[in-house]
Every structure is written in C-alpha cells, then in structure tokens.
C-alpha cells in the first residue's frame, strides 16, 4: 500500500506509542493513549469542519464539551468559599471575613 489514508497517524506520533509502551505498565495503557489520539484528532477535524463552514462558535462549543479544562486552584478555592460562606452567613449573620477572603482570591492572576 502506497498511499497513506488521511486520517492515519503520523509516524512520529506512532513512534511516540512505541515509547510509551516501552515504558507502560501494560498494553492496555498503550491502547487507551492511541484511542485518546485518534479521538482528538477526529475532534480536530470536526472542528476544523465546522469552522470552515462559518460554524466557529459551535466548534469552540463542541471542543470545550468534549475537552474540558480542570479547575485551577483558585476556582476551586472560590468554590470551596461559597460553601464557607453561606454557613458562617447562617451562623453569624455576617460575611466580611469571606469578602476578605474572596478579594484576595480573586487578585490572584487566573493563570496560576
């Protein structure tokens, strides 16, 4: 076969799998990498589509569905002091100690 078909991986990513397996605990770990690959660049391609069809909001929609980011630490921490907060509201009528607290969270930059 001398014709590669056009959503075949690239060989420097099929030398990344080799790798990986040398180094995996077992073949399962391999495979689950390949799947993830094939199913991202599938995802790249659909977006890539849509794109071209004056779709990009959507793609954008669609990527961040089916990758979506974690949560940093201080959305977590943001998150976490909700919690805090309605319960000290409740038990001490009062929320300038999680105002504090949240003023200080969000003077963090979001990329750390």
Do not use: N, T, Y
């Given at each position: 076969m001398t014709?590669?078909?056009?959503?075949?991986p690239p060989?420097?990513?099929?030398?990344?799998?080799?790798?990986r397996f040398e180094?995996?605990?077992?073949?399962?770990?391999l495979f689950c990498s390949i799947?993830?690959?094939g199913a991202n660049?599938?995802?790249d391609a659909c977006c890539k589509w849509l794109e071209s069809q004056g779709w990009r909001s959507v793609a954008q929609n669609i990527r961040a569905a089916r990758r979506p980011k974690p949560k940093s630490e201080k959305q977590q921490a943001l998150e976490q002091?909700?919690?805090i907060r309605a319960v000290f509201r409740m038990s001490h009528g009062g929320d300038l100690v999680?105002?504090?607290?949240?003023?200080?969270?969000e003077s963090i930059p979001d990329d750390q």
């Open positions: 014709q590669q078909h056009p959503i075949s060989q420097e990513l099929v030398e990344q799998w080799f790798k180094s995996a605990e077992s073949l399962a770990v799947f993830q690959d660049q599938e995802l002091l909700d919690g999680c105002d504090a607290i949240r003023r200080a969270l």
